[in-house]
């Protein structure tokens, strides 16, 4: 699984995006969005994301060095999970590239030109995207063309 945060305005004010994605499928698993960058926002998007999958000890994690993923509390939920932690290389964004591609493709196709008035209207245009769009019906030239659930579906 990769994880990372993202800046995103709505009133004229920024919220910060914490987002996990499973790097086999492309498939968002988690994402929370909040108006502080805090350890709660990443440590609640990862609580979120093993109560979906119910991962296995050993899954690994990949994060950027953000403090939020290096800090104890959320250290201690990744060992306590049984979960790897894997970091990328300081200055090497294409070290999390899945992840790059994702808020490439949200900014691109559903942010930019988007003014939103409240936090609610982003949150709805988030969850709409994700759960209804990049999750369910976007392609991905990555797993042969298919959208993630549907990639997990055939893998299954």
Not at 33 to 55: E, S
Not at 99 to 107: G, I, L, T
């Amino acid at each position: 699984m990769g994880c990372r945060r993202y800046l995103l305005k709505s009133e004229g004010v920024w919220r910060y995006l914490s987002v996990i994605i499973d790097l086999y499928s492309r498939r968002i698993i988690s994402w929370s969005l909040d108006k502080n960058r805090t350890m709660d926002v990443t440590k609640r998007t990862l609580q979120n994301a093993i109560k979906k999958r119910k991962p296995e000890n050993n899954l690994m994690l990949h994060t950027d060095r953000g403090v939020e993923y290096r800090g104890q509390v959320y250290q201690k939920a990744l060992k306590r999970n049984g979960i790897v932690h894997s970091l990328s290389r300081a200055g090497k964004c294409t070290d999390n590239a899945h992840m790059e591609s994702f808020f490439h493709s949200m900014k691109t196709e559903v942010i930019r030109g988007n003014d939103f008035k409240s936090d609610a209207q982003l949150r709805g245009t988030l969850g709409s995207y994700i759960n209804k769009y990049y999750n369910a019906t976007r392609m991905h030239s990555g797993i042969n063309y298919c959208s993630p659930i549907e990639y997990e579906a055939i893998a299954a």
